[in-house]
């Protein structure tokens, strides 16, 4: 499985960015699709995950430092979700922070195998 990462760019502080996943495998539907980031310096964390067929989302919990399932999204500002074709998976990020600037991972589970995409770059400034 080919992961093509893209939207990464350089923003402000409260801008908002699109990171979309993109796979060429028709079975893509059929995988557990995440994205992760790792910034300069600081280990891989894991930012959101969606189920085979977009039915649950989860997100990384800040204060317990896993994800967990988003039954309300309440104050996230992070966004997982697959397109109607289930060709892609983005993750739609608003009100960027600083703290959010890092190399942005797809990752996709075939249950069998797990596969990365090659990072897209987000830097957030001031």
């Given amino acids: 499985v080919q992961l093509q990462a ?6 402000q502080t409260g801008d908002l960015l699109r990171l979309s996943c993109a796979a060429s495998d028709p079975r893509f539907k059929d995988y557990a699709v995440g994205w992760f980031r790792q910034a300069p310096g600081k280990e891989r964390e894991g930012v959101a995950c969606i189920s085979p067929g977009g039915s649950v989302t989860y997100y990384r919990n800040s204060v317990e430092g896993r994800f967990t399932v988003a039954r309300d999204k309440g104050n996230t500002r992070f966004t997982i979700s697959r397109d109607k074709g289930d060709k892609t998976v983005s993750l739609q990020m608003n009100t960027l922070k600083s703290e959010d600037t890092a190399v942005y991972y797809c990752h996709a589970d075939t249950t069998v195998r797990q596969y990365w995409g090659q990072g897209t770059l987000v830097t957030v400034s001031s």
């Fill in 6 to 11: 893209s939207g990464g760019g350089s923003v």
